[in-house]
């Protein structure tokens, strides 16, 4: 594939996680209008409200479709270099969270590191797996339940830890592959 072709699908693919950031935003702020924070609706603004969620729930369901075929198409990504705070994504990724969470009833138990916790990567591609980890383990997970988060970090090693009580992986899904270690400083 050559370089230009690369470099517009890897636009249009952080184009895509753009859209999709402010699309979770959206199904947040419409969750808190449907649990009544702005006040009470009514029966119509109800059905008007839960239209424009299933729209909200399409187009992000499109979008993660469409980053996947476009992902998969691309073998020799481009990485952008930059020191990145691995707690103020794992933050920013849970406040765009908090309309499902509540909808959910799910409680976020995060231990937060006491010091920052910066690496050097691609900002927006770290952002991504974490929103896609965090955003599944929210949607299968069970409701009621609690989310545990841990970041810690050595000399030599950053762990992050994300644990729900859902559904789980099939086995059929699983590879028994470790997944791959990520080392920085």
């Known amino acids: 594939m050559e370089q230009h072709e690369r470099e517009k699908i890897e636009n249009f693919v952080l184009l895509s996680h753009d859209l999709k950031t402010n699309l979770t935003a959206s199904k947040w702020l419409l969750g808190m209008i449907e649990s009544g924070d702005f006040g009470p609706l009514t029966h119509s603004q109800k059905e008007a409200l839960n239209k424009v969620q299933e729209a909200n729930d399409r187009m992000l369901i499109l979008i993660n479709e469409t980053l996947f075929m476009f992902r998969s198409g691309v073998t020799n990504q481009t990485y952008k ?105």
Do not use: M, W
């Open 81 to 185: 270099f930059s020191p990145c705070d691995i707690h103020a994504i794992i933050s920013e990724t849970l406040e765009h969270l908090q309309g499902e969470l509540r909808k959910k009833n799910i409680t976020i138990d995060y231990t937060q590191p006491t010091t920052p916790i910066i690496i050097e990567a691609d900002e927006e591609k770290i952002r991504i797996v974490f929103q896609n980890i965090i955003d599944n383990a929210v949607k299968y997970g069970d409701i009621e339940s609690t989310i545990t988060i841990a970041l810690n970090h050595s000399k030599e090693y950053i762990t992050c830890t994300i644990t729900n009580k859902g559904i789980g992986i099939p086995e059929a899904e699983k590879d028994g592959k470790t997944p791959p270690i990520v080392t920085g400083k």
